[in-house]
């Protein structure tokens, strides 16, 4: 499936995000830039240990945040690691934090003169955020970043594990657009 608002493609897929020609690649990270299990752990482990060795220099990074990597041996130039919540009950901020971890992504995106950038469900894995509430935010904070900036993004791709998961996002974006018409 795919949208344009502006000059800006907005496509979701199923497929594995490591195998994405695109400029940039997100991570769902944890706040220690550690590595870890699923996306997390793909994306390090198709990446090569120089992704590893630049998240060690910068740290960590605060859940709502980003930073930035090289791609190592991915065909993405870059990592964008994005630290979502760890959802509880949804009355912990998750939705904010969530949002912000989005607009992150692709505030360091347009900064870097990235044009194409591929994300994954972020904290929808092993930090429990329920996916079609993750869907809303996450493609709504895209919808408002490219209404409000519509600059220098070309394309915007989710790309989902799962045919669920892409089922979700699909009919979430469908909402999304129906109510803005």
Do not use: W
Not at 22 to 29: C, K, L, Q
Not at 66 to 82: D, E, F, P, Q, S
């Amino acid at each position: 499936m795919e949208i344009h608002i502006n000059h800006t493609t907005i496509s979701l897929k199923r497929g594995d995000i490591t195998k994405e020609d695109a400029d940039a690649i997100v991570n769902a990270a944890n706040s220690r830039l550690a590595g870890g299990g699923g996306v997390d752990g793909a994306i390090h482990k198709a990446g090569g240990p120089e992704i590893m060795d630049e998240c060690n220099k910068i740290g960590k990074c605060e859940p709502g945040n980003a930073v930035i990597t090289t791609g190592g041996m991915l065909k993405a130039r870059y990592v964008i690691h994005a630290v979502g919540p760890v959802y509880k009950d949804g009355n912990h901020n998750e939705e904010n934090i969530l949002s912000a971890a989005y607009e992150s992504c692709l505030r360091l995106a347009v900064s870097r003169g990235i044009e194409t950038i591929a994300f994954p469900s972020i904290s929808t894995g092993a930090y429990g955020y329920p996916t079609e509430a993750a869907s809303i935010v996450a493609l709504k904070t895209v919808l408002n970043h490219l209404k409000n900036n519509g600059h220098g993004l070309k394309l915007i791709r989710f790309v989902l594990f799962s045919d669920v998961d892409l089922e979700i996002y699909r009919h979430s974006l469908n909402k999304l657009v129906a109510s803005q018409n």
